[in-house]
């Protein structure tokens, strides 16, 4: 087999011109025009919890998370949002379901952004100048967030299901409703759990509007599932330039949700990419335990915050060659491996000092990428095809 194993310093050419959006500020984040495009996700925790509130976004923060979205489904939650977004070191938005005086809550509270769900409000409508009124005046965006399990009854009833016509229909109207006060810095969600209506409805939206879109598949599953229909959905969307902020949707802790969301972004180039552990997928050649050699080095390398490319090979047919293009590698034969630093053997170890060899190499690679001043990236695990 053959894998090209270039290296990882420049960036791809991208695969579309992005869409042409408005810019928005969430915070002290842009979402839409020329920003790149930002992952964020969603807290489990009881909103009204400030403490463990406060730890979960502390945690995202850590994995990469750039904007974070809180649940405010009672007055509990709605009086803790004062805090959480004082001390929340990213922008939080809160997510307003049924209630439009919460609204004006996390409008006062501080929150960067505010999510509302037009089949949701309830007497929504008639609030809108107030709502457009007291966000303009506050700086602060809305996300008209369109579920396909929550679209307006009276488009139901028009479509009979929640078609990519209706979602967008749904989210073009509340839109028109906060135009009508003059009020545009809005951004859009038209989310459903399957990948094929939500990549119709966004490419309908993302033709009729020039608002910045936030993708998301809803309720796209367990992480197996969910971060396949994810990475399948917003890569055929960001592939075409459409998208300005993402959020993958996993029935897993969130954390889960900002490492896949960030694969996804890095994987279409349009995120630096990280730390990069090309594998080969082993066959009847293979002279070591491949499977079990790369999990040790992306488990040891967890964490990891420069874009360093590790082969990890698993005969001398093909991998000495190979392991030579990347920064750093390992070619195994023969209960040993050659480990390479930027295409010169350095060292041949015996078979159990693979490990902690490359481990070794990379860190000390890494220190030298800091020092030169290296941008960050997260962590990557490309296995090689054959
Ligand atoms: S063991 Fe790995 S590197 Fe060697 S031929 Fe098989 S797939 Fe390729």
């Given at each position: 087999m053959s894998v090209d194993l270039g290296m990882p310093a420049a960036p791809p050419r991208p695969l579309a011109r992005r869409r042409k959006s408005r810019q928005i500020m969430v915070g002290n984040v842009p979402v839409g025009g020329d920003a790149p495009v930002s992952v964020q996700s969603m807290t489990t925790?009881?909103?009204?919890?400030v403490n463990a509130t406060l730890q979960q976004i502390a945690e995202l923060t850590a994995s990469g998370c750039q904007i974070v979205r809180v649940a405010v489904p009672s007055a509990d939650d709605a009086e803790a949002l004062p805090i959480i977004a004082k001390k929340s070191q990213i922008p939080v938005i809160a997510d307003i379901h049924f209630q439009p005086k919460y609204v004006f809550a996390a409008i006062d509270a501080g929150c960067a952004a505010v999510r509302v769900n037009p089949g949701n409000i309830k007497k929504f409508d008639d609030k809108v100048g107030e709502i457009a009124k007291a966000a303009s005046d506050a700086g602060v965006p809305i996300r008209i967030g369109v579920n396909a399990g929550s679209l307006d009854k009276r488009l139901m009833e028009k479509y009979?299901?929640?078609?990519p016509e209706a979602l967008v229909e749904s989210a073009l109207w509340e839109c028109s409703l906060f135009e009508e006060h003059g009020f545009r810095d809005i951004k859009i969600s038209v989310k459903h759990n399957d990948p094929v209506v939500m990549i119709q409805a966004y490419r309908l939206l993302a033709e009729q509007c020039d608002y910045p879109l936030h993708l998301g598949v809803t309720e796209a599953g367990p992480a197996f599932q969910g971060t396949i229909k994810s990475a399948v959905a917003f890569g055929a969307l960001l592939a075409e330039g459409i998208g300005d902020t993402i959020r993958v949707s996993l029935s897993a802790p969130p954390v889960e949700e900002i490492k896949v969301g960030t694969q996804i972004l890095e994987s279409l180039g349009l995120r630096q990419r990280g730390l990069e552990i090309v594998s080969c997928p082993s066959c009847?050649?293979?002279?070591?335990?491949v499977y079990t050699l790369a999990e040790e080095v992306t488990a040891g390398l967890?964490?990891?915050?420069?874009p360093l490319r590790v082969a990890v090979m698993g005969c001398v047919v093909n991998g000495p060659g190979e392991a030579r293009e990347a920064d750093l590698g390992v070619a195994s034969g023969n209960g040993k491996g050659q480990i390479f630093v930027k295409g010169e053997v350095i060292k041949t170890v015996p078979e159990s000092k693979i490990v902690e060899t490359l481990i070794e190499e990379a860190m000390r690679i890494a220190e030298e990428m800091r020092d030169s001043g290296v941008a960050s990236g997260e962590p990557t695990v490309a296995v090689a095809g054959r």
């Open positions: 925790t009881l909103t009204a919890d009979g299901k929640a078609t009847g050649r293979a002279q070591v335990d967890e964490g990891m915050d420069v």
